[in-house]
C-alpha cells in the first residue's frame, strides 16, 4: 500500500482549480454570447479586432497565445458571418491582415454588458476581481518565460 500523498490529490491541484475555473467561465460565456451568434474563441478574436482593427493574423495569433493555423478555421467562419474581411498585405502577400466589417463594429455595441453579466455571476468585487485577474496574467507569464 502507497502512502498517502497530499500533493497528488485533485483538490490541491492549482492546475486544476484553473482548469475547472476556465470551464465555469466558458459555461457563463455560452448563453452570453449565443445571444451574439459568437463562441467564447470567436468572441476572443472580436476582443482583439475591436481594439486592433487591421491586425494581422500572426499579431492575432501572438496575442490570443495560439497557432495562426488553428485561427484560420475560425477567421473564415467570422467572414463568413460577415463579421470580417481577411486581405493580403500590399508590402507582403503571405501576410494576412483583418479588418472588421461594419456588422462587426456593430455587434461591438451588443457585447458591452457581457463584462458586467461576468462580474455579477461572480459574486465578486470588482477589485478582487482585477487582483485575480493580475495575478493570473503574472502567472501567466512566469509559466510563459520558463517554456
Known sequence: ???????????????????????????????LLKELGLTYPQYLAMLVLW?????????????LLTDPGSLTPLLKRLEADQLLNRKR???????????????GKALREQA???PSCVVHASEQSIEALTTLKE??????DSL????
Request: aromatic share 6%; hydrophobic share 30%.
Open 1 to 31: 500500500m502507497q502512502p498517502s500523498c497530499s500533493e497528488l490529490e485533485l483538490d490541491q491541484q492549482l492546475c486544476f482549480a484553473l482548469y475547472s475555473t476556465s470551464l465555469m467561465m466558458t459555461k457563463v460565456y455560452k448563453p
Open 89 to 103: 498585405s500590399h508590402q507582403d502577400e503571405r501576410v494576412v491582415e483583418l479588418y472588421l466589417t461594419d456588422k
Open 51 to 63: 481594439q486592433n482593427d487591421g491586425i494581422t493574423v500572426g499579431a492575432m495569433s501572438k496575442r
Open 144 to 147: 510563459q518565460k520558463s517554456q
Open 135 to 140: 495575478d493570473l496574467v503574472r502567472l501567466r
Open 112 to 114: 458591452y454588458h457581457i
